[in-house]
Structures are given as C-alpha cells and as structure tokens.
Nanobody
Framework: QVQLVESGGGLVQAGGSLRLSCAAS????????MGWYRQAPGKQRELVAT???????NYGDSVKGRFTISRDNAKNTVYLQMNSLKAEDTAVYYC?????????WGQGTQVTVSP
C-alpha cells in the first residue's frame, strides 16, 4: 500500500502563489508516476500535472506556464508550485501515485483563490 499526505493548501488572492506538497510512504519503491489532480464543485476531477520518476512532466492545458511540478525522490515527495493563481483554480487538489498494481489517492487539500 501507499499512503499520500498533502499539505500547503489555503486561501490566496488572485495573482498570488501557493506550493503544495505530497509526501508518500509505504510501498513507494514501485511508484512510477506521481501527479496532482483537482476537482471543483460540480465538476469532474481533472489533470493538473504529472511527473515520472525520471522527471518527465505533463500539464493540463489550463495550468501550463503557471504551475510547475517537481519531485524529490530522496524525500519521496512531489511538489506543485502554483503561480499567477486565478479564481478558477479554486478546487480540492489531490495527490496521486501510480503503481503497476493500482492507483492511490491522498485525502485532498483545499485551494481557494479569491478574485
């Protein structure tokens, strides 16, 4: 099993920045891909960004150029630096880790961007 604990969410004004962290524990040796997803009220969960163990990244179109995902394999932690935040970035952000045996989710952290 893999346990994921997110931190760093909160309230910020539009144009501001936040950094989310996700610490993984448990059977982390088999994690291949980690990422962030988000879900706003009344909407489906959507991709924010993913990163492979080698550092290859992928971003959702709505966050390209504003968000940066990074990964510290020694600390088993993935980060999401969010800059130039907009009101439409308001959502619960979930950390995800993928193994060949399945996908694991954190409990989520709320990010609220005031206009």
């Amino acid at each position: 099993q893999v346990q994921l604990v997110e931190s760093g969410g909160g309230l910020v004004q539009a144009g501001g920045s936040l950094r989310l962290s996700c610490a993984a524990s448990g059977s982390i040796f088999s994690i291949s891909l980690m990422g962030w997803y988000r879900q706003a009220p009344g909407k489906q969960r959507e991709l924010v960004a993913t990163i492979t163990r080698a550092g290859t990244t992928n971003y959702g179109d709505s966050v390209k150029g504003r968000f940066t995902i990074s990964r510290d394999n020694a600390k088993n932690t993935v980060y999401l630096q969010m800059n130039s935040l907009k009101a439409e970035d308001t959502a619960v952000y979930y950390c995800n880790a993928q193994r060949t045996t399945g996908s694991h989710w954190g409990q989520g952290t709320q990010v609220t961007v005031s206009p």
